[in-house]
């Protein structure tokens, strides 16, 4: 089984209270990636500028991903500029450059097109929606956006739902696009809207998880040293879905440990800049954190 | 096995989104008690004044309190007012009236003297050790205490903390007798201070249960109508405490079931106001909330 990610591939340059990075490798494409290589193929649907360096090219390469849909475009990459202060739950966005991202039209490949499994990282809904209708057949469609989109296209948003069967948010774009402050409100609305599943992230409280049929909670896995939480919401998403992939079966216990997985990586995430925990990490090594998770709340012993 | 539980007895007044009540029983032994009787014996030690409603009284009797160290005297009862709006996370404070509470030497009776369980729910420090002293070899301690206390009396309450078991903070008192953001950190701080065990409770988020053994995260059970959260965090303690009073051992399997008992009971008292909902319940209304909190996020189905 594999996955298309359509999102962004990007230069980010972070000042957090353990320090500063100026141009990794980052966006919210890649972040998936990295955690969803490790159960599954992933086919990587960006664009970046011709300054964008060779290296990382390599380095995605190097990682196992299909990049036959990474589209190199004259202009600069994408660049995201933010900081992070006290305990490291908000970032301060202080400057954003779209670049090539501003004339991105998605293609992907004949082989690609057949895929059934897409994840729709954050970017503008148009684009997501322009990708979608590409895809012949999707069986499972997740979605990530931001509060940027929720504000801004609303309305494209929400015609984007109901063609949806996981939306993930994180709890402050569920409040902002539902206009419910109670979350399990929230994803009833945002199931209203069309999401077969809807998935809050909240941060350092861990995970909402809501259907129909069932609602999920787990707590995030306990992180004493927080040194760069960019992308740990990507990088979630990327566990979770890459684990559904790889089970190839929608159920109530697939989904949990699917949620698992994902806060399991998110935890990896945050433990150093940008991609250096998540790009080293081995399925074992997910695998031993999961044990370790599992014992921090499994009442069966 | 029993349990002594030192702390207010008062009236409160309280608005919230759902409506206005004056004058409500209350306070924070009042709402531990009403969770810890559902597992095991509880005796009251507080102090109310000459104006508290006799059919007060009655109904703690009622429900199965021992009102033995319950002092009756001449002055006010003490009184809360407060309000909540938005999401309900956080009480604005609108008065405090101290009456009976500013002059208390809680004493308890010989055979009380003897039980080797004890809860100090919030109140002075001072009288939090007072009342300590007069134990006969104690051997399950809690503690909770709140920001007043940790600005004003903090040498008080961190001498206090070397004699305590089982330390039960919210997320921001945690912070700030700890001056660690990060929960993990400040829970360590705190159990450098001479606490076995430290309890943070984050409201809609769950709570975090740390020792030099295991650290535990559980999230909340998802309420979707909270109508008034007075005294959710004593409920907690009182299903936390009763219930592993009633098993008798600590270990890990007994602290995460009494800390899901907690959080079940924590879910009733939000339902409606003051204790209205929890002094309905029956302790098969606990088991069966278990089962659904469980099935909200155990792996092993």
Redesign the interface.
Known sequence: MSIVVLGTVALDSVKTPFGRRKDLLGGSAAHFSMAARLFTTVNLVAIVGKDFPAKHIAFLRSKGLNLASLVIDKGKTFRWEGEYS??LNTALTLNTELGVLSVFKPSVSEEQRRIKNIFLANVDPDIQAHLLSKMRGPELVGLDSMNYWIHHKRKELIRLLKHIDIYVANDQEARALSGQ?????AAKALRGYGARMVLIK?G???V?FYSDR???????Y?????IDPTGAGDTFAGGFMGYLVKTGRIN??NL??AL?FGTVAASFNVEDFGLNRTSKLKPRDLQRRMVKF????????
Not at 181 to 185: A, D, G, H, V, Y
Not at 214 to 220: C, V
Not at 222 to 226: A, K, L, Y
Not at 294 to 301: I, K
Request: aromatic residues 10%; neutral net charge.
């Open positions: 006290g305990d402050s109670n979350l399990i409100k909240k350092e409280h861990g909402l069932f609602i999920f909670s787990l707590p995030a306990p992180v004493e040293e927080v109530s216990l949990k440990k698992g599992r014992e921090c709340f499994n009442f069966n012993l």
